[in-house]
């Protein structure tokens, strides 16, 4: 699967449906027998070589097909074969891949990086990669990944890069040094803490272009050596040797305005003896050496660079603002000398670099003089020389010169502009916007030298400097490429300075920071980065896991998309983008629903719109199925979707089938196109699964009443009575329309079922008509399962034929049904499940008889699909509950042998236990109709054999369960059934027995017991069946984690198994079922005294009806807030165990016991102590529980509801087990007789 998804790849089309995919495979190619392999041995390596071998080339075509896609100068770069190992051009495919190889690499084994393992195009390529700053920037924590496995395959990678991250610190504490000079001076930062700086920022000296760090060095070391004194009078008395003074006299020199002024500076000679100098600080002598080791540098350039700028210090200082404009008065005055022009510009050009001088020439008229001078020549007149040699040649009748007879000597002055605006581009955004703006600049320039009023910029730059790219001199054509790659990429290169501040800030997860927004910028952060929502900042944890790209502007794009094909193709970037899970997760943090609050509220119209919003829900879907969105996100979208979702369901073509085509007509060319029908299908079919997703991950994720908010923001009503009339009871819609239908309407009954069952207020009265819809909803499911879907083999091939021709239609009825349809089956009958706990018994057991019967059960129960068996007897265990008496009716005249079938289904143990379990639910609601005689009679001419049973045999209940007048076999009948009841103990001894298995076999017992309880009682006589039952008391604590907190020092007490507290709890949890009589709680002081704190418990608390009578089928709930789902239902039906065990105990042990203990060799003591230790576990997490009822999720709602039954069955255990104590048993339980 690896390779032929690996080598799938090299097709970026498919990079959207393959990345989840590839996704998950690395883990899964990772793992062996026991765990992560670590096998190495021929088969492996051959394994892993063929993998990265696949993987290599869809790397390599990814890389092509993005230098494709480059722009021609990007091209010419990565061909020219001179310049070395190139890094691949990024695109968001190759990004996956990269990360992919990069996962996969780094997870191997180390013994695999070898040559013959690893190809040498991947290893050089990810070696490439490494060494890119602009890679590592765009794909964080890349390098880090692949830093251990290219010490082993390429150790100069490494090696190069251990280089430049030491020059990468060096050049950082440089500019770090040069910043604080100022803070240096006026005393904000430390003098030793500034020389450590320049400790780390010497090495940056063997670096070309220091010469602002060489003179800040000198600068700071100079200050240093002033501030070495510590009194008045001696706070900037240097020290006597002469570098200091030096040192000190030169920046006195250059500036009398500086703390002390030319005073401090004229005496510096006089401070030579004062015991300053002679207690010289620490830091003056590492200032002093550090100046010293600079001065005898080996490089013979630095040390005479030292002394050249401690003599020009005082003259560079001395600039000022309008030393600027008096230059820039120089350059414009045309009847100047040209060298004397040029001079003036060659100096503007070396003070650009200084932030307030610059400001002079980033005015407009600065800028606008400047680069009438570049430009050469008027746009308009052509003039290109001086006013008097224009005026000469004009008096002799010649023609001013163009551009390409211009001498050498004539392009010096426009050289020099050029120059001076390529360094104030390259420093000033504003500047470059300025040459970039074709608005016309109307202001008369005060000095304009050549009468260019009224043009802007982007003209002079077009008209004049343009055309010198083509001039004869080199110097020329240099000049203007760089002030035309400045102007060019200058921006761009703005957007990503920002980049390593912004990601530093390790912004919220769910936080994301558009670029150019309100309160976007952060410190450090320069330029602009185009307008907001381009840029989606990813957080940490997203660069930890080697997301994509960090900027894509795909989203942006969509929102300014203003026809079908900027959509489409800005829609197939969001899908690249959004491939991975780091993407889905960085789209999720950005403002999606913005951005897309056009096209999702808005139902296509057209088949364009149709294809949009065909891609659009993809995206929309992965962000659903990875589980990203909040609550918030979550209600946001389903409002969206209210909008849109009716029209585009509730549309006559919306499920409609192509018509079908002769065979005979199959490959003709006059046949009409019906890929408008096919993509509305399409269409149809993915909103439907988006709304499934929608729902289905609001119920794992949510808690139950924020999941129904969710719902509610779906419009319910109108969604259901659309899904009966269109698609679920109409045989002419689409199979697979009504398939999603049907799970559309199983997500939706499902949550509201759940909410029901937690005790979420007001669920059928979300919206007005939503019991109506139910109901309606349940007429077209009975009509659809009973009619069609379950029918047999005739009715599934004519669901797959979809209509076709007769040949065809007859070609299926020949052919076995198999497995066609059952999906659609499996989820109706769930469906049917969850409506049947949501209306009123009366209403569906009457629909059920007017619509349906019981055939199409029977046929289920002989399918060869295990699933489906399991839940046709889930169904027949519904229409069989108490309370259902016209399906009682139903059954009994339909199928009299159903409940012989399912006694034998239950005892084959060549059944699964799902079914195993169905059929024991089954029994159980036999078992809980009247045995009254009259019924007997009843059932003798319905049931075959039963009129040959005398009335005598049938024992009567020792309790009454549930009265019922309706037809089944009473419960005697199946008391009779010996081969049934024998194999009950042996079935609660299979030692591979699951937990719901085991406690539908309790609940039968139960039921026996209730009914003939001397009969059941001889069966728990057998040996091992007690200790068997006190066993199973330990399931429900052993499965479920009874981790929260105890709401009170009595409940921890008796967590801790105190037995005065738990006797305590006890007589609380007694008192609230009605086994302690009301006349009898106060009769005791002694209860009274133990009651204590829990006398003061919440009045409300609801617990759920009797365990062993609910025949309500459990959920599997998806445990989203578990690791693993399968454990939470071991968590529940452990604890319904444990319920159900104490509840036959307790039926066991009421006076008259049924069931000695002491006559069977147990101790009542022993029992006593067992169940009061679970019931000490179980019973401390109630009051805690029951303050959370309504906050949990729907994967917890069961379990509070487990552990409050299980806690109120536990007490009357308890309760039945201590009143069987004898005097000399109540001191082995721990306690005294009183409090038994």
């Known amino acids: ?131 890119d ?109 002469a570098p200091s003074r030096r040192l000190f006299e030169t920046p006195q020199r250059g500036d009398g305005g500086s703390p002390g002024g030319v005073e401090a500076a004229q005496g510096a000679s006089a401070h030579g003896g004062s015991h300053a100098a002679e207690a010289m600080p620490e830091w003056a002598q590492a200032a002093e050496a550090a100046f010293l080791e600079l001065l005898s540098h080996e490089s013979s350039t630095v040390a005479l660079a030292c002394y050249s700028l401690l003599e020009g210090l005082a003259q560079d200082a001395s600039f000022r603002p309008a030393d600027v404009s008096n230059l820039l008065a120089i350059l414009s005055n045309a009847e100047l000398a040209m060298e004397l022009r040029r001079s003036a510009a060659e100096q503007m050009m070396a003070l650009a670099g200084e932030a307030r001088l610059r400001e002079v020439l980033e005015e407009e008229a600065s800028l606008w003089t400047i680069t009438c001078i570049a430009a050469l020549r008027d746009p308009s007149n052509g003039a290109a020389l001086t006013a008097s040699q224009a005026d ?74 343009l055309p010198l790219v083509f001039h004869s001199l080199v110097t020329v054509r240099r000049a203007v490429a760089r002030l035309l790659a400045s102007l060019t990429f200058g921006g761009e290169a703005d957007k990503w300075s920002g980049w390593a501040p912004s990601a530093a800030a390790e912004p919220r997860k769910d936080h994301v920071i558009p670029a150019g927004g309100a309160g976007a910028r952060q410190a450090g952060v320069t330029g602009s980065t185009s307008r907001a929502g381009d840029v989606l900042l990813l957080p940490q944890p997203f660069q930890r896991r080697h997301c994509f790209p960090c900027k894509v502007s795909c989203l ?46 808005t139902s296509p119209a057209s088949p364009e719109d149709v294809a949009l919003w065909t891609s659009l829900l993809e995206v929309v879907q992965r962000m659903l199925l990875c589980g990203v969105l909040s609550q918030h996100e979550l209600s946001q979208l389903a409002a969206l979707l209210r909008q849109s979702a009716p029209a585009v369901l509730s549309a006559p073509d919306a499920a409609a089938d192509p018509p079908g085509v002769p065979l005979a007509l199959a490959d003709s060319e006059a046949l009409p196109d019906f890929t408008g029908q096919y993509m509305r299908l399409t269409c149809t079919q993915l909103l439907m699964e988006t709304l499934v997703s929608l729902i289905r991950s609001a119920h794992a994720d949510l808690p139950l009443e924020q999941a129904v908010r969710v719902l509610s923001a779906l419009a319910p009503t109108q969604l259901l009575q659309t899904l009966a009339a269109a698609y679920i009871g109409n045989d002419s819609a689409n199979f697979g329309c009504r398939a999603l239908a049907v799970q559309l309407l199983l997500e939706v009954v499902s949550l509201l079922a759940a909410a029901q069952k937690a005790g979420v207020p007001h669920v059928l009265t979300l919206e007005p008509g939503l019991q109506d819809a139910l109901l309606a909803s349940l007429h077209a499911l009975l009509g659809t399962i009973s009619g069609s879907l379950a029918a047999g083999a005739v009715a599934a091939a004519h669901l797959v034929g979809g209509g076709g021709s007769g040949l065809v239609d007859r070609s299926h009825e020949r052919q076995a049904g198999g497995f066609a349809g059952k999906g659609a089956v499996r989820a109706g009958t769930l469906a049917l499940l969850h409506l049947t706990d949501l209306l009123p018994v009366a209403v569906w057991t009457s629909v059920w ?18 699933v489906l068996r399991a839940l046709a007897a889930e169904v027949l265990a519904r229409l069989m509950q108490p309370g259902a008496d016209s399906t009682h009716l139903m059954v009994a005249q339909g199928w009299p042998d159903a409940a012989k079938m399912m006694a034998k289904a239950a005892l084959d143990r060549a059944n699964c236990y799902a079914l195993r379990t169905a059929a024991l639910r089954v029994l159980c609601g036999c078992m809980a109709q009247s045995s009254q005689h009259s019924t007997v009679r009843e059932a003798a001419s319905v049931a075959p054999g039963a009129a040959d049973t005398p009335p005598e045999a049938a024992s009567l209940p020792r309790r009454q369960l549930f009265s019922s007048a309706t037809g089944l076999p009473p419960a005697a009948l199946l008391l009779q059934q010996a081969a049934l009841w024998t194999k009950l103990p042996a079935m609660l001894c ?13 609940s039968l017992l139960l039921q026996g017991t209730l009914l003939d309880g001397e009969g059941t009682v001889a069966l728990l006589r057998q040996p091992g069946m007690v200790d068997r039952l006190l066993h199973l008391l330990h399931v429900g604590v052993a499965n479920s984690a009874m981790a929260k907190a105890p709401a009170s020092a009595k409940l921890d007490a008796a967590a801790r198994g105190d037995r005065a507290a738990v006797i305590a709890l006890l007589c609380w949890a007694c008192r609230r079922s009605g086994a302690i009589h009301p006349a009898a709680q106060h009769a005791n002081s002694e209860v009274d005294r133990l009651l204590g704190g829990w006398a003061k418990a919440p009045a409300g608390m609801q617990l759920e009806q009797c365990a062993g009578l609910r025949l309500t089928m459990y959920g599997e709930p998806e445990g989203a807030q578990h690791d693993d789902p399968g454990q939470l239902r071991e968590q529940l039906w452990g604890l319904h165990c444990s319920t159900l065990a104490a509840q036959l105990l307790a039926h066991t042990q009421q006076e008259p016991p049924l069931l000695p203990l002491p006559s069977l060799g147990h101790s009542n003591a022993r029992a006593a102590s067992t169940v009061l230790e679970v019931f000490a576990r179980v019973g401390a997490c109630v009051p805690a529980l029951d303050a959370t009822r309504g906050l949990e999720t729907a994967a917890e709602a069961p379990e509070r509801s487990a552990k409050l039954e299980a806690a109120l069955q536990l007490a009357a255990a308890g309760n039945a087990v201590l009143q069987q104590l004898e005097d000399e048993e109540v001191h082995q339980v721990g306690t005294s007789a009183s409090y038994a």
């Open 392 to 465: 000469a040649l004009a008096a002799q009748g010649l023609a001013p010169p163009t551009p390409d007879l211009l001498s050498t000597l004539d392009v010096q002055l426009p050289l020099a502009a050029i120059n001076l605006l390529f360094v104030l581009t390259t420093c000033s955004p504003r500047v470059r916007a300025w040459l970039s703006n074709d608005a016309p600049w109307t202001q008369q320039a005060p000095s304009a030298p050549y009468g260019n009023a009224g043009r802007s910029g982007a003209e002079l730059i077009m008209g004049g400097v």
């Open 1 to 131: 699967m690896a390779l032929q998804v690996f080598s799938a790849l090299r097709n970026p089309q498919r990079f959207f449906a393959l990345a989840p995919v590839a996704e998950e495979l690395v883990p899964l190619l990772l793992l062996g027998r026991n765990g992560r392999a670590r096998e190495t041995g021929e088969r492996v390596r051959s394994k892993w070589a063929q993998l990265l071998q696949a993987l290599t080339r869809a790397l390599v075509a990814n890389m092509s097909i993005a230098r494709g896609e480059s722009p021609p100068i990007v091209q010419a770069f990565t061909h020219d074969g001179s310049a070395g190992p190139v890094p691949p051009v990024l695109n968001a495919p190759t990004a996956m891949v990269l990360t992919l190889a990069a996962r996969l690499l780094s997870a191997m084994p180390r013994e695999l990086w070898a040559p013959d393992v690893v190809p040498p195009a991947l290893a050089d390529t990810l070696g490439a990669c490494a060494r």
């Open 556 to 601: 942006a794009a969509v929102e300014a998309s203003t026809t079908h094909a900027e959509c489409t193709e800005a829609l197939y970037g969001l899908q690249l983008a959004c491939a991975s899970r780091t993407g889905i997760e960085a789209l999720a943090a950005a403002d999606w629903q913005t951005r897309l609050d056009a096209l999702l509220s």
């Open 849 to 866: 008889t007017q619509l349906s019967g019981s055939f199409w059960v029977s046929r289920l129960l002989r399918d060869r699909d295990a």
């Open 990 to 1002: 299979e030692p591979d027995a699951p937990t719901p298995f085991l406690a539908a076999v309790l």
């Open 133 to 241: 700053e602009v890679l590592s920037a765009l794909l964080p924590g890349l390098r880090g990944a692949l830093l251990p496995l290219l010490e082993v395959l390429r150790p100069d990678v490494p090696g190069l890069l251990g280089v430049a991250a030491a020059g990468e610190a060096a050049t950082q504490a440089g500019a770090d040094l040069v910043r604080q000079v100022h803070s240096l001076h006026t005393a904000q930062v430390a003098p030793r803490d500034w020389l450590q700086l320049l400790d780390a920022a010497l090495p940056a000296l063997h670096l070309p272009n220091q010469d602002r760090l060489l003179e800040a060095m000198i600068q700071g070391l100079a200050i240093v050596c002033f501030r070495c004194g510590d009194g008045k009078d001696e706070r900037q008395a240097p020290q006597s040797h």
